[in-house]
Nanobody, 122 residues
């Protein structure tokens, strides 16, 4: 019913930049939030960047000042601009969306994208 598709990952040298995108499609009445997570090999999936209920942004300490999350409501798309990348940023990056399918059904559902690989070489 709903798909989240990430794109924009790849191989980049340390100090470089990448811009990730995540597009939500399908039966969507309202998107409450779309946030970014990452999972490095052998580690748990951690929050990287998110919007608060008030519309401001939160970032993991490791990426503050280097990553920027933004959103295009009209396109159901969230972006993650990643600058000054470091080898420790290497991970699979996932998009998570919390959304409502129909106007008459207020239940919220959580969806994950398939992930996009980001590899930063030293």
């Amino acid at each position: 019913q709903v798909q989240l598709v990430e794109s924009g990952g790849g191989l980049v040298q340390a100090g470089g930049s990448l811009r990730l995108s995540c597009v939500a499609s399908g039966s969507i009445f309202k998107i409450y939030t779309m946030d970014w997570y990452r999972q490095a090999p052998g580690k748990q999936r951690d929050l990287v960047a998110a919007f608060t209920s008030g519309g401001s942004t939160n970032y993991a300490d490791a990426v503050k000042g280097r990553f920027t999350i933004s959103r295009d409501h009209a396109k159901n798309t969230v972006y993650l601009q990643m600058n000054n990348l470091k080898p420790e940023d290497t991970a699979v990056y996932y998009c998570n969306g919390i959304l409502q399918h129909f106007e008459y059904e207020t239940t919220r559902f959580s969806y994950w994208g398939q992930g996009t690989q980001v590899t930063v070489s030293s």
